[in-house]
């Protein structure tokens, strides 16, 4: 009859509310199960199908109906279930007391049933809980005493979020190590869930980790995963990802790449309005437009960023404003700005570490004892209270005694205002003294501005000495040598020591050795120069065609001497740049392709257009450059080796190409195979810039 009942009870519920396979398949093994404990077994798996959809108020339906049954036949599983799953609805629906309350009840009933495994579920479920709260030592305290058990059975879903909360209130605490740990555990198991969101958001946590330990490549990497997912296409994610990325980017002087990402994130935020977001995207644009010395556009974007950090409260980006504005004026050598500035900078900064020393001081979870972490760890017994039998009542003290009492509560309050009277005057004391100390502190730090102006004076006057030092071993060595081989040649025609013969053979070697010290003279003037810091582009329109031209002439004699073919594919086309800085660049890359070249060999010069840009190349068969030399190229100063003909030089040619075409606002790089040849490429500018001075 009860069976019947129970029937009768559950059929409208599954009936109605059936709606996946899984459902179906277990309304009909509910609406045929013999046993009661089965039929409330079957109606848990129902209501954890619900809960897992968030279909609440229909699951809290199957909770009222199983646990009337299960208290009918007093099977305390079921009781211990519904409750617990009661518990997980009111903490969805953030009623923090039900929820307690709830999961405290089915904490004790799965304790006498010794189920370790819904103990852990249940700490889990109240540590995420008051992790969310704030209550970070209680929440982590009830997380970490659950996740032993909960990793022992591989319960994937709970451990997701366990792991992911850790993370994020690691991350809170500042404790970067724990922090990085846990955010690494629930990313590897949100991707076994295929669980895109989580993955984002941990990939996102991460990255931010990694750029507070300096480990800028790897924030750069989880940034870039959270572009490169399905999330990361969004608008909203990409406004948040973007400036932060191009910062990154800005820590290791990439700043092609990080004003790409930057101009992105300015765009897209000014469209969306995210303006939290687009006070990193203004700061990290002021950064990197200070550093390449665009000064008054970095200002513009630094005041910007400052009155949206204030309007909204970020105080993390009004403390980087304030240490950019010090820079900034320091370099404009307006030192007395960059004092308030910098007054500015530690003081927000000596509030913000106030409060952040404050925060921990309440908190002492990070340092949670692993004997604590027992699953009943909250069960323990308290101390033992005060036995109140043993105190002796009020009212049975004599009269004396309370004469007494007065007494020294009047000799108390005398002394009291006599230590308030001192203090009041210590206070005014110490006053005086604080606006004297304020007064040294302002002289002091102007003081140590004008060290640091004098400092960077020094380190500038150190390298144009080190230029000299340089200049004067290159002299002293290699054109010394080409100039006493000329020399030499002068001396023996004086002499009469050559016969025409001899002296005709001997022309092309002293043609070649002035070559190379005319050539050697030109490159360590231009070198000079950009080391002591006085070349200035001056662009103009020019033909490219017109500088190869004039530049093949001057070695149409050293190819023929060397058996050299020279292959002209170049076509009429103009781009935007400094035309003499161009000269040097083409004049170079010509004279070492000449060097590395062998009788037979060619050389090809041609220029095309590509993505609006004009772009030379300067290729040759000769012996090429190995793999392990190609990065050294434009790295140093001194890099070089011999020729084909064993014609030497200073190493200083391709650094100098490297600065003269970047000062014009374009790229050089090379390709090349050993034994095929190499190809040096030079990407200019074919239009006037709108706005030079902007980024």
């Not at 490429?681 to 810039?689: E, I, S």
Request: hydrophobic share 35%; net charge positive; proline share 1%.
């Amino acid at each position: 009859m009860r069976r019947i009942i129970t029937l009768i009870l559950f059929l409208p519920i599954f009936f109605g509310f059936a709606q996946t396979k899984e459902l179906d398949s277990l309304s009909i093994a509910l609406a045929f199960e013999t046993s009661d404990s089965l039929k409330i077994d079957t109606s848990v798996r129902i209501i954890e199908l619900l809960y897992n959809n968030q279909e609440f108020d229909k699951a809290l339906k199957y909770i009222k109906q199983s646990e009337n049954l299960s208290k009918n036949i007093k099977y305390l599983k079921g009781i211990a279930k519904t409750t617990y799953y009661r518990a997980l609805i009111y903490s969805k629906k953030n009623d923090y007391i039900n929820a307690m309350d709830g999961y405290t009840t089915a904490k004790a009933l799965f304790n006498q049933l010794n189920d370790t495994v819904s103990i852990a579920k249940v700490n889990n479920s109240i540590g995420l809980i008051e992790m969310g709260r704030g209550n970070f030592d209680v929440g982590l305290q009830y997380v970490l005493s659950a996740i032993q058990e909960l990793e022992k059975r591989g319960l994937k879903k709970e451990l997701r979020s366990a792991y992911a909360s850790l993370g994020s209130t690691y991350y809170k605490l500042n404790n970067i190590d724990e922090a990085i740990d846990y955010n690494l555990k629930a990313l590897d198991i949100q991707r076994q869930m295929n669980d895109t969101t989580g993955v984002s958001n941990s990939s996102f946590l991460l990255a931010q980790l990694h750029s507070k330990s300096k480990e800028h490549r790897k924030a750069i990497e989880f940034y870039e995963n959270v572009l490169n997912s399905a999330l990361g296409q969004t608008d909203s994610i990409r406004s948040k990802v973007l400036p932060q990325i191009g910062g990154e980017y800005l820590e290791f002087n990439d700043y092609d790449t990080a004003a790409k990402y930057l101009i992105q994130g300015l765009a897209l935020n000014r469209r969306k309005r995210q303006d939290e977001n687009l006070i990193t995207t203004l700061n990290n644009l002021g950064k990197l437009n200070l550093t390449q010395g665009r000064l008054r556009t970095a200002e513009q974007q630094l005041f910007e960023a400052g009155a949206l950090a204030k309007k909204l409260n970020r105080t993390d980006e009004l403390l980087k404003y304030y240490s950019l504005m010090k820079a900034l004026d320091s370099t404009s050598r307006r030192f007395d700005r960059a004092f308030v500035w910098l007054k500015k900078y530690h003081k927000l900064r000596d509030s913000l570490k106030t409060v952040e020393d404050a925060k921990f001081k309440t908190s002492t979870s990070t340092n949670i004892d692993k004997d604590d972490l027992s699953l009943n760890f909250d069960k323990k017994e308290t101390a033992d209270q005060t036995n109140t039998s043993n105190i002796t009542p009020i009212s049975s003290a004599t009269e004396e005694e309370l004469n007494r009492f007065k007494l020294f509560f009047y000799i108390a309050l005398g002394i009291l205002a006599i230590v308030s009277i001192f203090l009041l005057l210590l206070f005014l004391r110490k006053n005086n003294n604080i606006k004297y100390t304020q007064e040294l502190e302002e002289k002091n730090l102007k003081v140590q501005l004008q060290n640091e102006a004098y400092a960077e004076q020094t380190k500038h006057l150190e390298n144009v000495n080190n230029v000299k030092d340089k200049l004067f071993s290159i002299v002293s060595h290699d054109l010394k040598d080409s100039l006493s081989s000329i020399n030499g040649f002068i001396d023996l025609l004086k002499d009469g020591s050559l016969s025409r013969k001899e002296f005709d053979k001997l022309i092309p070697e002293l043609s070649e050795n002035a070559n190379n010290a005319s050539l050697l003279l030109f490159n360590l003037l231009n070198w000079s120069k950009s080391q002591m810091q006085s070349l200035k582009p001056s662009p103009s329109f020019f033909d490219i065609q017109d500088v190869f031209e004039e530049k093949v002439k001057l070695i149409e004699q050293r190819l023929d001497n060397k058996g050299i073919e020279l292959v002209d594919h170049s076509l009429r086309d103009f781009a935007y740049a400094d035309k003499s800085m161009i000269e040097i660049v083409i004049q170079n890359l010509l004279a070492n392709a000449l060097k590395f070249s062998r009788k037979g060999d060619s050389i090809t010069v041609s220029n095309h257009i590509s993505n609006g840009s004009c772009v030379i190349s300067i290729a040759d068969t000769g012996v090429g450059i190995p793999e392990h030399s190609l990065e050294k190229l434009f790295k140093s100063n001194t890099y070089t080796t011999m020729g084909t003909n064993n014609e030497k030089g200073t190493g200083l040619g391709l650094s100098i190409c490297k600065e003269l075409v970047e000062l014009n606002g374009g790229k050089i790089w090379v390709e090349s195979k050993v034994n095929i040849g190499s190809t040096f490429y030079v990407q200019l500018p074919k239009t006037k810039p709108k706005d030079e001075k902007t980024v």
